[in-house]
């Protein structure tokens, strides 16, 4: 009889279940659309928008994004900001079919894609403007019982994930390391087995830095035979923590449980930071040939200025200059605004771990001048 | 490892003597053969032992990790504007609980009408041949492949890359309408005959024998069939990341956009996390005691759903 | 197609009343659909997926150059860590089973098993994923050490071991506990219907009793136990998230090895893993292999119920 009583308390259980999760709201929903008004008097953003604004792409960027889309409702109440993670290629290509207000991507459109026409999403003729909003280091993390520092030049780091060094007490390590008692044991390097932008950016800078042990080239799909492959950021993060002696490359924000490693740029050894992610942006040129709404940097993986950290990703934000729908536009140009001001990188960095691109003014004045061109 | 070994190593001293039943005449087992069954009975004993371990190590995680964060935020708040820690699953559990409900919408009357078919009709036709072939074939269709067939029919009806709840459901229902059948066929086959003739002989049209007296007598199985095929699809992972995919936010409609479920949230907290990746994983956890809860609550209803169904299926 | 003829085949339609005419009328209907929904699933996936399979490099993933490439390795994958998984899993089923039928000191116990078992083949299998990765692939790192210092001279176990334990038997472990509750129930039914008169018989001859197990319960339940062995391999072919979450695959990899940092993927992982961020050509390519798992699960269940026959007419 005790069951019966039991499984009588499931029927209502159910009953209440159901009924709780499809009556109501939920509270956040609810309260912002309520509360939002009061917000409207400060902030950057003069005039007080609604709609919804649809935005896909780059995965890399979607703890950023998540951090945006939060901290632009809490600006714009009645803007409902969507982003969806399909991954750099599918986003652009959904943008090219139309119907997205912005992509974010890895790797930005080619110039000729981005100089005007073509693009379903924009106003026929209207070029694209794209700007990096999303900086990350990138950093090589290991896990070695009580070592918590390393030093590794780029051709060590390629010889290591190729398979030519394979022993963590090997003397190419050891001669940038001493002082560190370095253990007789077997190196596991750990690579990206999914398409990602990491793996690209990471094999970008092999491939700039160390091009007699790194051959592969750049590629977003890992070149390399041998070594074990994760599955996406979280698998790597994983088979790091695990594994003694097991060595990857980790966006900084997921890596902060791990143990870093110190890279050679020019003479010096530089840890990952976000000053140093920013820093080699600004040290690297502007792609040439394109339109002046259109910011893409060719990274200089070789730069040798002082703290400087070339392992770098960025991603991009793409947008029209001109829509068809001129209230798009204005929602696009406010979302762009927030997104690249000093609030929304610092949002980004305190949710992501990326470097804040407004740290550098000259990157962040080229920026903004490019934002401004959208819906103008 | 040693228990399995210690298990098939038993199996294998027993082959190697003769199993007639006709061998076994002595009156009181020799020593060896009451050795060899006691050691059988550990070996039953340690099966019991070698499958609870990993099923109780499963639970207690998910017990112990997802109570960290089972507090009233998790089941009023939605992740909508959300950065970093807090945050609920609202969305969540009502995606599921819509799409379990869209599922056995189509599945349930679809499948209990075949199964009726099959047996009160058909038995014996070339359609039911038909059909029992095709359930047959259904059942082995892995829950992946039930993704990429709704992908492939949404993508077609709707232009590519089009996510919702219902092509979620879609897919949900190619892996239920098969277990749906099966077990209400096996249940319907237990409904003596007699009944049957005793109502037709009364000169009742036969498909009302089936709605007034098969279908009453079956019930408490048929409602098990069905609750074993919702238990089965609604922890249902990859055919929803392809084809209902995921959001933060609340979406009532199943007809359009992307549509959260527990098992896809508790996959993306896991799978792209903030800085403050402990929240994230909390709240992965979180998901899976609750979808567990869930599940648990649903098979525990099912039995209780009118007294006297639980009264017949208890001495069934 | 065939409908016209079946209808009419179905009786004589003009002495009966208007309800029966509709209610059986929906009954076939639904009938007819089920079949159609099956084709119709052939149909979509052999339209998507179909022009995959003549599809050269740079159409496909993986740096795959044909589809036989892609398609091989992934397929021995699938079939590896799940036969891997079922040998885990046989014999805990067919002794969970005896416990909650023959060896159950009493029906409420086998009752509560029987339980039991239905609500674990219900844990979704993302909480397994959570779990295999989490606790139990850290915790099997020293197993594989010790299996490559003890065994190291089987293919299975040679090579260095991985350190981060996220390998074939790792998963093929969490797959296993994933299907052995399908499989106990499974075996559970069809020990549950050993007559029993035999099993009286067999007492009545004096057999102990394992010695009535072994006479009287699993010669009966054989073709069941081999069904429910075949169930327990189709689920585990298909099983995907737990696998995508647990294995460190490399997807162009055929290797027997279970314990290496270097594991083959399986065809449902990498659609799952491939297919968020998949467009165009290589969708198909995704498509087709869905495709190919089909027919191997297809495969697995005709022969399944083969065997399962043959047993019952032994």
């Not at chain 2, 599922?103 to 009726?116: E, F, H, N, V």
């Not at chain 3, 509709?22 to 084709?39: C, E, N, Q, R």
Request: net charge neutral.
């Amino acid at each position: 009889m005790r069951l019966g009583k039991i499984k009588q308390v499931a029927l209502w259980a159910t009953a209440g279940l159901v009924v709780a999760a499809l009556a109501g709201c939920a509270a956040n929903e609810a309260a912002e659309g309520a509360a939002g008004a009061s917000k409207s008097s400060d902030g950057t953003n003069d005039e007080q928008l609604s709609g919804q604004l649809n935005g896909a792409g780059a995965s890399s960027q979607s703890a950023a994004q998540e951090a945006w889309k939060a901290g632009f409702i809490s600006l714009q109440s009645d803007v409902t900001v969507n982003y969806d993670p399909v991954g750099s290629g599918t986003g652009r290509e959904q943008f090219t079919a139309g119907g997205l207000g912005f992509v974010g991507t890895d790797a930005p459109f080619s110039a000729d894609e981005a100089s005007g026409g073509g693009q379903a999403s924009c106003a026929a003729d209207s070029p694209l403007v794209e700007v990096p909003v999303y900086i990350s280091p990138i950093v090589v993390a290991f896990n070695l019982d009580g070592i918590d520092e390393l030093k590794l030049a780029p051709a060590v780091i390629a010889d290591i994930f190729t398979g030519k060094i394979t022993n963590w007490n090997d003397p190419a390590i050891a001669a940038d390391n001493s002082g560190v008692e370095l253990p007789d044991l077997k190196i596991s390097p750990v690579h990206r087995s999914d398409k990602s932008g990491t793996t690209g950016n990471f094999t970008d800078y092999l491939a700039a830095t160390a091009p007699d042990n790194w051959t592969a080239g750049e590629t977003e799909e890992w070149p390399a035979e041998g070594g074990e492959g994760a599955e996406k950021t979280q698998g790597m993060v994983e088979a790091l923590t695990a594994g003694n002696g097991a060595i990857g490359y980790v966006d900084a924000g997921q890596a902060a449980s791990l143990s870093w490693a110190s890279i050679k740029v020019g003479t010096e050894w530089v840890a990952a930071s976000a000053e140093g992610a920013a820093k080699a942006v600004a040290e690297s040129s502007l792609e040439e040939g394109r339109g002046e709404g259109d910011v893409v940097y060719e990274l200089n993986r070789t730069t040798d200025a002082a703290g400087a950290y070339p392992l770098i990703l960025v991603s991009y934000l793409a947008a029209c200059e001109k829509y068809e729908d001129a209230e798009t536009g204005k929602l696009v140009a406010a979302y762009f605004k927030y997104v690249t001001s000093d609030d929304g990188q610092q949002a980004a960095a305190a949710n992501a771990g990326s470097a804040p691109l407004t740290a550098e003014e000259g990157l962040s004045a080229k920026v903004s001048a490019a934002v401004a061109r959208i819906g103008a | 490892m040693s228990i399995a070994e210690l298990v098939k190593g038993g199996e294998r001293t027993a082959s190697g003597r003769g199993d007639a039943v006709t061998t076994l005449a002595a009156s009181k087992p020799s020593p060896a053969r009451r050795a060899k069954n006691a050691l059988a009975t550990g070996a039953v004993v340690a099966a019991v032992v070698l499958t609870a371990v990993p099923l109780t190590l499963v639970i207690w995680a998910a017990i112990r990790r997802g109570s960290e964060r089972l507090d009233l935020t998790l089941f009023t708040h939605s992740m909508r504007g959300v950065v970093g820690a807090g945050g609920g699953l609202l969305h969540a559990l009502t995606g599921t609980l819509l799409i379990t409900a869209a599922t056995a919408a189509i599945a349930i009357p679809l499948g209990l009408s075949t199964a009726i078919y099959l047996t009160e009709y058909g038995s014996g036709g070339r359609l039911a041949a038909i059909t029992r072939r095709a359930v047959d074939i259904m059942v082995s269709i892995p829950s992946i492949v039930a993704g990429l067939a709704a992908y492939a029919l949404f993508s077609l009806l709707l232009g590519p890359g089009t996510r919702s709840g219902l092509a979620g459901a879609v897919a949900l229902a190619m892996i239920m309408i098969p277990v749906v059948v099966r077990s209400s066929e096996e249940v319907l086959r237990l409904v003596p005959a007699d009944l049957r003739e005793a109502g037709l002989a009364l000169g009742s049209p036969k498909w009302r024998v089936i709605r007034k007296i098969v279908l009453p007598t079956a019930l408490p199985g048929l409602t098990a069939g069905a609750v074993l095929g919702v238990a089965r699809i609604i922890g249902e992972t990859a055919p929803l990341l392809l084809v209902a995919g995921f959001t933060d936010a609340m979406n009532y409609n199943l007809a359009e956009g992307r549509m959260a479920t527990l098992p896809v949230f508790i996959y993306t907290q896991w799978s792209s996390k903030g800085l403050d990746t402990a929240a994230y994983d909390q709240r992965a956890w979180a998901g899976a005691l609750v979808l567990m809860a869930v599940v648990v609550v649903l098979q525990l209803a099912a039995r209780a759903l009118p007294p006297q169904i639980a009264k017949i299926r208890r001495n069934r | 197609m065939t409908d016209s003829r079946v209808a009419v085949s179905g009786g004589p339609a003009g002495r009966r009343s208007y309800g029966e005419r509709v209610f059986s009328g929906s009954m076939k209907g639904a009938a007819i659909a089920v079949a159609l929904i099956l084709v119709g699933v052939l149909v979509f996936l052999a339209a998507k997926g179909g022009p995959a399979f003549g599809d050269g490099e740079g159409d496909l993933p993986a740096h795959a150059t044909n589809f036989l490439a892609l398609a091989l390795p992934l397929a021995f994958g699938s079939v590896w860590v799940a036969v891997v998984a079922l040998l885990f899993a046989a014999l805990p089923a067919i002794g969970v089973a005896l416990a909650a039928t023959i060896y159950a000191p009493s029906a409420r116990f086998g009752r509560f098993l029987g339980a039991v078992l239905d609500l674990l083949a219900a844990v979704p299998s993302v909480v397994f994923g959570l779990w295999g990765l989490k606790v139990l692939a850290p915790a099997m790192v020293p197993l594989f050490e010790w299996l490559h210092a003890k065994l190291g001279w089987l293919p299975f176990f040679s090579g260095d071991p991985s350190v981060t334990g996220r390998t074939v038997l790792t998963a093929s472990v969490v797959v296993a506990v994933m299907i052995l509750p399908i499989m106990a129930a499974m075996c559970r039914e069809s020990f549950a219907l050993t007559p029993p008169a035999l099993i009286e018989a067999a007492y009545a001859l004096g057999a102990t009793r394992w010695e009535m197990v072994r006479s009287a319960v699993l010669p009966v339940a054989r073709s069941g136990i081999v069904a429910g062995g075949m169930l327990g391999l189709g689920r585990a072919l298909g099983e995907t998230m737990a696998v995508a979450m647990v294995l460190s695959a490399t997807p162009d990899l055929i290797s027997f090895n279970v314990i290496s940092s270097e594991n083959p993927s399986t065809i449902a992982a990498f659609i799952a893993s491939t297919f968020p961020e998949s467009t165009g050509s290589r969708v198909n390519a995704l498509i087709a292999l869905g495709l190919v798992l089909f027919g191997i699960s297809l495969l697995v269940s005709i022969a399944g119920r083969r065997i399962a026959k043959k047993g019952a007419q032994a």
